[in-house]
């Protein structure tokens, strides 16, 4: 079922969210509806705050679902290594209309679940690696808007408010 992607500005956007206990039929059916709103929205990554639903799970496919085999569907996910540095434009899918350069390490390993609670060891660089920490940054409540420095950021959270006040949002 696709569900309705939140935007900036929505509490659970901001807040972190929670480690999955159970690995029950509820999640299955979390985890199918984010792959299906991922595609749909068209995106390569979907966080659960995003669908407004505070556990720590998230989807990635770079492919958008053209190549079998990339799609990635992470439960608990946590950072084992990060390094290196990487300075390319990124977006969101809960911040429609805007991108911004963000510095992000360039190479990473994620240690996480997979749907059915069995550990696995994810190694990323470039593209995967920007991925895999953009999605596990909505897990901690924080967006790519929070890793931009002053100006960079006020300007953009400037003109979303005008949009918010002016019911666009
Ligand atoms: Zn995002």
Same mark, same amino acid.
């Given at each position: 079922?696709? /569900?309705?992607?939140?935007?900036?500005?929505? $509490?659970?956007?901001?807040?972190? &969210?929670?480690?999955?206990?159970?690995? #029950? @039929?509820?999640?299955?059916?979390? !985890?199918?509806?984010?792959?299906?709103?991922?595609?749909?929205?068209?995106?390569? =990554?979907?966080?659960?705050?995003? !669908?407004?639903?505070?556990?720590? *799970?998230?989807?990635?496919?770079?492919? *958008? =679902?053209?190549?079998?085999?990339?799609?990635? @569907? %992470? *439960?608990?996910?946590?950072? !084992?290594?990060?390094? +290196?540095?990487?300075?390319?434009?990124? =977006?969101?899918?809960?911040?429609?209309?805007?991108? @911004?350069?963000?510095?992000?390490?360039?190479?990473?390993?994620?240690? &996480?679940?997979?749907?059915?609670?069995?550990?696995?060891?994810?190694?990323?660089? +470039?593209?995967?690696? /920007?991925? %895999?920490? $953009?999605?596990?940054?909505?897990?901690?409540?924080?967006?790519?808007?929070? /890793?931009?420095?002053?100006?960079? /950021? #006020?300007?953009?959270?400037?003109? !979303?408010?005008?949009?918010?006040?002016?019911?666009?949002?």
């Amino acid at each position: 079922m696709l /569900r309705p992607i939140v935007r900036y500005g929505s $509490h659970g956007l901001h807040a972190p &969210a929670t480690r999955v206990a159970a690995f #029950d @039929a509820p999640l299955q059916t979390l !985890i199918d509806d984010m792959i299906e709103t991922m595609y749909a929205a068209p995106g390569i =990554g979907l966080a659960a705050p995003q !669908i407004g639903v505070p556990l720590r *799970v998230c989807v990635i496919d770079l492919s *958008v =679902g053209k190549r079998g085999g990339e799609l990635l @569907a %992470l *439960v608990n996910p946590e950072f !084992i290594e990060r390094d +290196g540095m990487q300075l390319e434009e990124e =977006g969101c899918l809960s911040i429609p209309g805007f991108s @911004a350069t963000v510095p992000r390490p360039n190479r990473v390993v994620v240690k &996480a679940s997979d749907r059915d609670g069995n550990e696995r060891t994810i190694e990323g660089s +470039g593209l995967l690696a /920007r991925a %895999l920490q $953009h999605e596990i940054d909505h897990l901690d409540g924080r967006l790519f808007l929070d /890793r931009l420095r002053g100006i960079k /950021r #006020d300007i953009i959270v400037r003109k !979303i408010k005008k949009l918010q006040r002016g019911g666009k949002w």
